[in-house]
């Protein structure tokens, strides 16, 4: 048997590592994603006093502390029984509409887009944001920079801090916004909404307008039926920071709405040797291994699961977007994983066209940003949509409120089997026998999880020793046969 | 500016610092994550650094992610140190290694969401954005041990490391202030990622 090893992978948070198992034919038999699990989280977190945890939970992912932050900041507000009232609420979805703008806007412009703006067979050292730059203009560098820095500046003034916001407490917000912060944050939200639009015409002309890249999301390489699941409100349109968490079957039909605390009733882990990491699958319908269908408990939580699970977009432009999004790829639900990279973009639109949404509420100023709790803490469970997926944190803590227990399913952890399973699909159907794998196959493969963004890195920014893409051929013996790498 | 001339430096080396530091920014970063074990060694090094110099010399940040974010936090500034954990194929706990941009691959070692710190920078620059040239870049990277458990403390062969690689900076920040980049002429390329010095704490593996 042969082996081929992509260590690590390029372009992603963390050290995930991808092996590639091949028969005496060469084809493929088995792939596996492996990734390091962080540990001792919750032993950490044991004794501390819970209204620390929005501030702790932002430190584990570097990509997404404002994620952790909210999510931490619900499952507190649930622990102490208490309602934020409503200025507090829309001040939170603000800074969480903003950053969500930052974080779709690079992914699809750094991670995702390259595959499609310079190809997937293009030369790896051109397949990152400065070829996207080169080849589209560089007055899109300029956009996607501006584009951060509203997005970031708006976390600073709401969230205290540009990187790790620490407003967020039991009740509400430590603090408001002035008059003239609101009016400073209106034109960086309404430059955003052309942004979003933008975008998304920008993906028509060089996406949609190219049947070769058409061809490829609607195949069948990158085509799986799952369940998806995504939050919505009382209307089951898309809500990133508050609502019920929707799951739909490869139907479309739903198959179960939940509130935060009943995640445990709707959502189980199966464990397998190979990995430290669990895979979240439905309880109900129970673990049948990595297969599609509805017999199979595995779902995903992606944009794509957050477009496929609710009715629509609450917003009006993004509705528009969405619809065009199921006309094009032919109704819901859409199961081409690659229409991930496009449903990123509807969300951009939404995410934009709701901070504007919100920063023109006349309760955006109000000094009502904190409900002082007053009952004694217990237990409580806060969900968001991460941008890489459903987000839960679930506390428990003693009457003092300080914590004993703590879980977490992470935005990505909900992908982890239909990400394995979209891998050695890929794979299989790539690899064929007795031809030697080269590197456009080989990102052909990467591009399988790409649209997922995974992320494992958890804000760990050590230096590697060996980092480029490297892919190692064994024989059957183990024998290293042959050595490809990505020079850096 | 009153500046802080500690070590051998002359008063020549002094006047030379007092005149640049009136028109080049120095920022001195410490960059991991101070909850996971020796991911904070970075940020523990750069703190060090601080209490010894003050701020005369440079400003001081820390941060927790790469790439685009992290660029975006050097924009303005001419000179950096970045301080960082490293782990390589082999490495003795606690070495200290001098690194340059050039050293880094171009993908995800340092914000693998968006883009590599080079092109970062670039992408920064492109858009008139005032950054620091690659060569004015420096990284003192720590070979670490444990960076998968949650824990405020580093293990003990990273900690003993901490008054060496603050020797590593002070070092490379001379370098940096005097020459406008921090490669020192008696530096030799040894591998891939690291360089072995002629003078200082720097050692191989």
Redesign the interface.
């Known amino acids: 048997m042969q082996r081929i090893s992509i260590d690590?992978?390029?372009?992603?948070?963390?050290h995930g590592k991808i092996e590639i198992f091949l028969d005496d034919l060469g084809n493929v038999a088995n792939t596996y994603f492996q990734i390091?699990?962080?540990?001792?989280?919750e032993?950490?977190c044991v004794g501390r006093p819970v209204e620390e945890m929005a501030v702790?939970t932002n430190?584990i992912c570097?990509?997404c502390?404002e994620a952790h932050h909210m999510a931490a900041a619900k499952a507190a507000d649930a622990v102490f029984h208490v309602d934020p009232p409503r200025p507090a609420k829309l001040l939170r979805e603000m800074l969480y509409s903003a950053f969500y703008c930052a974080d779709h806007t690079?992914?699809f412009y750094?991670?995702g887009g390259p595959d499609f703006v310079m190809g997937p067979d293009a030369p790896v050292?051109q397949r990152?944001?400065?070829g996207v730059?080169h080849k589209v203009g560089?007055e899109i560098?300029?956009k996607?920079?501006t584009m951060?820095?509203y997005g970031?500046h708006t976390i600073e003034i709401i969230g205290g801090r540009k990187?790790?916001p620490c407003t967020s407490i039991p009740g509400g917000l430590s603090k408001g916004i002035t008059k003239e912060q609101r009016d400073e944050i209106e034109p960086m939200a309404r430059w955003a909404v052309d942004f979003a639009l933008f975008s998304l015409q920008l993906f028509k002309d060089i996406v949609l307008k190219n049947q070769g890249y058409v061809d490829m999301i609607l195949g069948d390489i990158y085509t799986h039926r799952t369940y998806y699941m995504g939050m919505v409100d009382t209307n089951n349109k898309v809500n990133f920071y508050d609502g019920k968490v929707r799951v739909v079957d490869p139907d479309g039909n739903e198959f179960v709405k939940y509130s935060p605390n009943e995640y445990k009733d709707v959502i189980a882990e199966h464990v397998e040797p190979w990995t430290y990491l669990k895979f979240p699958y439905l309880k109900k319908i129970g673990w049948k291994g990595f297969v599609d269908g509805k017999d199979s408990g595995v779902y995903m939580a992606t944009p794509l699961s957050r477009l496929n699970a609710s009715d629509g977009m609450a917003t009006p432009r993004a509705q528009e977007a969405y619809e065009e999004f199921y006309r094009t790829l032919g109704g819901k639900p859409v199961h081409q994983r690659l229409a991930i990279h496009w449903a990123r973009l509807v969300e951009l639109l939404y995410a934009a066209e709701r901070w504007v949404e919100l920063v023109t509420d006349p309760e955006i100023t109000s000094d009502n940003f904190r409900t002082i709790p007053t009952e004694t803490p217990t237990e409580g469970v806060g969900i968001v949509e991460a941008p890489r997926g459903t987000l839960t944190h679930h506390y428990v803590t003693d009457e003092r409120g300080l914590i004993r227990k703590v879980n977490l399913i992470v935005g990505t952890t909900n992908n982890y089997a239909p990400i394995t399973m979209s891998i050695k699909k890929a794979a299989a159907s790539l690899i064929k026998a007795g031809a030697a794998p080269s590197e456009p196959l080989l990102n052909m493969i990467e591009m399988a999880f790409r649209g997922y963004?995974p992320?494992f890195?958890?804000?760990?920014?050590?230096?590697?020793?060996?980092?480029?893409?490297e892919v190692t051929i064994r024989n059957a013996l183990g024998e290293v046969v042959d050595v490809l790498k990505?020079c850096? | 500016m009153l500046l802080n001339c500690h070590d051998r430096r002359s008063a020549v080396y002094c006047r030379q610092l007092t005149a640049d530091a009136d028109t080049m920014r120095t920022l001195i970063v410490g960059?991991?994550?101070?909850?996971?074990s020796d991911?904070g060694i970075g940020i523990r090094v750069a703190q060090a650094v601080h209490e010894r110099i003050g701020a005369a010399e440079a400003e001081f940040l820390e941060?927790?992610?790469?790439g685009?974010?992290l660029a975006?936090q050097l924009e303005g500034y001419d000179r950096v140190i970045l301080i960082?954990?490293?782990?390589?194929?082999g490495?003795v706990p606690g070495a200290i290694y001098r690194?340059t941009l050039e050293d880094?691959?171009?993908?995800?070692?340092?914000?693998?969401?968006?883009?590599?710190l080079k092109?970062?920078l670039?992408?920064?620059r492109?858009?008139g954005?005032r950054t620091p040239d690659a060569d004015a870049v420096a990284?003192i990277?720590i070979e670490?041990v444990n960076?998968?458990?949650?824990?405020e403390t580093l293990t003990p062969q990273v900690e003993a490391a901490i008054p060496a690689a603050v020797q590593a900076v002070l070092g490379t920040l001379e370098a940096i202030l005097l020459q406008g980049r921090w490669r020192p002429a008696h530096c030799e390329r040894h591998t891939e990622?690291q360089h072995i010095c002629g003078e200082g704490q720097e050692q191989s593996t």
């Open positions: 690590p992978i390029t372009r992603l948070e963390g390091p699990e962080l540990r001792g989280f032993q950490f702790l430190r570097g990509v502390p690079t992914h750094a991670l050292a990152n944001i400065l730059i560089l560098g300029g996607v920079i951060r820095k970031h990187v790790h963004d992320c890195g958890c804000a760990t920014h050590s230096l590697p020793g060996q980092m480029p893409l990505q850096c | 960059l991991g994550n101070p909850i996971l991911d941060a927790s992610q790469g685009l974010r975006e960082d954990a490293i782990q390589t194929r490495g690194l880094m691959p171009s993908y995800n070692t340092d914000g693998a969401h968006d883009a590599s092109n970062a670039q992408l920064i492109q858009q954005g990284i990277a670490a960076m998968l458990d949650f824990g990622f």
